[in-house]
């Protein structure tokens, strides 16, 4: 027999001894404290801070939360189980314990980052704030990063101050649902087949998830179970065995080898969770097995070091507050110089300390009861911020604090919410395209539909340029646009979390459109040109990549994409329709461009700048030189002098984000084409 078959069956008769009938002694056993679980937090918590700061070598940093996940597993497995085996495990007393544990230092944290937020968030994302904070309360803030963002690595949730909490989320929907499982399993004599079962189902579907979904993969516990589960074979491994000091020194080794490798190949690219994960989870496994013994193998005797061992202990609050800081440097634009990474560093570890002593150390041995527990650290600070988020829906993202300045960052200046009959998002299949709404016509709405402006998101936020354009050219033109969908017919864009059947209906809808539009006499075709063509670019010349463009059968089309805006343009000319191509906006630092309007800074500065792709532009020029029928409108000949790009006209902000204009600004901008 194997030493590995060996070790598999030793395992197995040890978790069953535990799952089964234990004598009272070892009933009564529960974990006893390790300093080494302190010092393997600490390695957790800076992998994590070291990546959010951008330090470029800790590439896959965000392992640390894995490292977490096992550990949880393993600390709240060994609380759980020993009380099962005797009887006295009350749930009561379990979840009393974790409110008390968790939610004070949640609470400071949530409360002191409203209070920042409030002073220099603008309203829109100040009410995306708000909503985050009631989501982290209810120990749903996987849930509402999953659903709001488009995933965890996108730039867009750089500047969110609750992000990180999803991973929180996670670990208390496991203390919910854990100690009912081990209850059950504890039932059953074959409760071991049923957590080896569960540990191979979630590693595979989590591994399916990262292709099909990597969105719910990364967030979501049934694809994150295993880590837990992993933690918790551990514990019930480890009670009655420990395996030789040679053993475990081998194994201690070999697990800092592999957390440490993990760290430094993985990236932000890497599909993840799934079978990426599964190294960090073994290895981490591997330094907790190592350390159950009277002596201690050098790894974890490094780990122990009181030091290492006391930003362990710190490590819970470290994690809260370290995340806010950067979110906060980011909103408003500030670098992130090797200056700047170290004052987080130092401020982090300073707050993490002082609420360590002052909160988590006060709160834990409050002698309050459940229901007063529950009261005060839950059931008042949830009311507290539902009324928070209903007044914040009622005054905008209290937009009363920058009232006179800033109206164009509200909802009612965003296309995409106040257009939103006009414009719908590629995963909407059931979206009625067909469907004739008049206030989608722009420009002279008095006369006849003269074309379509058709195009993605970028093609929405320009509506109000061509609403002017149309206007002053007596013109009416009826928008028809759909997200990440480029302006060519039987094609969809694609990114990983994109589903099959959004790419097949959003080609579908594209080939509606452009046969509807060769009946008119125009055309606009309005996108962010640069992303469907760097995406090519990159897939003829071998650069790795994540997007692709997909036709009506979902054949991967994205090398021939040149050739077949070429060959729409030359079907436009042939049907005798005027073709006008809007350029995408260059883009610009949107967080620079709102910290800049509230602090009267000049923002039509160089720095603010966004640098672009522009292999798109000469592709477009091309066309524009072959096809002389062709209208062709960059709006960056407007926005930028002199190589400086503006973010506002007439002192006012132009856009919604860092690449799409707003109603207001698109519409100004349409005026001084035209006078131009």
Not at 222 to 244: H, Q, V
Request: charged content about 15%.
């Amino acid at each position: 027999m194997s030493s590995l078959q060996t070790f598999s069956q030793n395992i197995l008769h040890k978790a069953r001894s535990v799952l089964g009938q234990v004598n009272q002694e070892n009933s009564m056993k529960s974990v006893k404290y390790r300093p080494d679980i302190d010092g393997l937090r600490t390695l957790a918590v800076l992998m994590v801070i070291l990546y959010h700061i951008g330090v470029q070598k800790i590439s896959g940093g965000f392992i640390g939360v894995d490292v977490f996940f096992v550990i949880s597993g393993y600390l709240i497995t060994g609380i759980i189980y020993p009380k099962l085996q005797d009887g006295t495990f009350s749930y009561e007393d379990f979840y009393l314990r974790r409110i008390k544990r968790i939610y004070p230092t949640l609470l400071l944290v949530v409360a002191v980052t409203f209070i920042a937020s409030y002073f220099f968030m603008m309203q829109t994302d100040f009410k995306e704030f708000i909503n985050s904070a009631l989501a982290s309360l209810l120990s749903l803030s996987n849930f509402f990063f999953m659903l709001n963002t488009g995933g965890y690595f996108d730039q867009s949730t750089d500047n969110l101050p609750l992000l990180h909490t999803w991973s929180l989320s996670v670990e208390e929907q496991f203390y919910i649902l854990w100690p009912i499982i081990l209850t059950i399993a504890f039932k059953f004599k074959k409760g071991t087949v049923i957590f080896i079962v569960s540990l191979l189902l979630s590693i595979g579907y989590s591994q399916y998830l990262t292709f099909t979904n990597p969105s719910f993969s990364y967030y979501m516990i049934p694809s994150r179970a295993f880590e837990l589960l992993i933690g918790g074979m551990c514990s019930i491994y480890l009670k009655n065995t420990s395996p030789t000091i040679k053993i475990r020194s081998l194994l201690a080794s070999l697990g800092a080898t592999i957390i440490i490798a993990s760290s430094l190949i993985l990236s932000k690219n890497s599909n993840f969770p799934g079978l990426n994960a599964l190294p960090v989870c073994l290895g981490t496994a591997m330094i907790i097995i190592a350390g159950n013994g009277n002596i201690y193998p050098s790894v974890n005797k490094i780990l122990s070091l009181k030091p290492i061992v006391y930003i362990g202990k710190i490590s819970y609050a470290a994690y809260l507050w370290h995340w806010p800081l950067i979110a906060f440097y980011n909103y408003r634009g500030i670098p992130l110089t090797p200056l700047n990474q170290l004052i987080i560093i130092i401020i982090t570890l300073f707050l993490s300390s002082v609420t360590f002593h002052f909160i988590e150390n006060k709160t834990r041995y409050l002698n309050f009861s459940f229901q007063k527990t529950v009261l005060l650290f839950f059931v008042l600070p949830v009311i507290a911020f539902i009324g928070i988020t209903i007044t914040s829906y009622k005054t905008d993202g209290f937009a009363y604090r920058f009232k006179g300045y800033i109206d164009e960052l509200s909802d009612e200046n965003d296309p995409s919410k106040i257009r939103s009959n006009c414009h719908t998002n590629y995963y909407k299949n059931n979206w009625d395209i067909k469907r004739i709404i008049p206030e989608c016509n722009i420009g002279d709405t008095s006369r006849p539909v003269d074309g379509y402006l058709w195009g993605d998101s970028f093609g929405n936020a320009s509506a109000g340029f061509f609403d002017s354009y149309g206007k002053a050219n007596g013109l009416n033109f009826q928008e028809r646009t759909i997200s990440w969908t480029p302006p060519i017919p039987a094609t969809s864009f694609g990114l990983p979390n994109f589903k099959n059947e959004y790419k097949t209906s959003t080609a579908n809808f594209t080939s509606w459109i452009f046969n509807e539009s060769l009946r008119y006499k125009y055309v606009v075709l309005s996108a962010d040109w640069r992303q469907y063509d760097k995406c090519s670019r990159d897939e003829i010349t071998g650069i790795p990549h994540e997007c692709a463009l997909f036709d009506s059968n979902g054949n991967n089309i994205t090398r021939d994409y040149r050739n077949r805006v070429e060959s729409m343009i030359k079907e436009y000319i042939n049907h005798g329709v005027n073709v006008i191509i809007f350029n995408s906006v260059n883009g610009i630092d949107f967080n620079k461009i709102k910290s800049g309007k509230i602090s009267g800074k000049d923002i039509s500065t160089k720095e603010y700048m966004k640098k672009e792709v522009v292999g798109s532009d000469e592709f477009i020029h091309y066309l524009v030189k072959k096809y002389p029928q062709i209208t062709y409108i960059d709006p960056n000949n407007i926005l930028c002098k002199n190589g400086l790009c503006t973010g506002q006209i007439n002192g006012k902000i132009i856009y919604r984000d860092g690449g799409h204009l707003n109603w207001s600004g698109s519409k100004e901008l349409g005026k001084l084409y035209v006078k131009e």
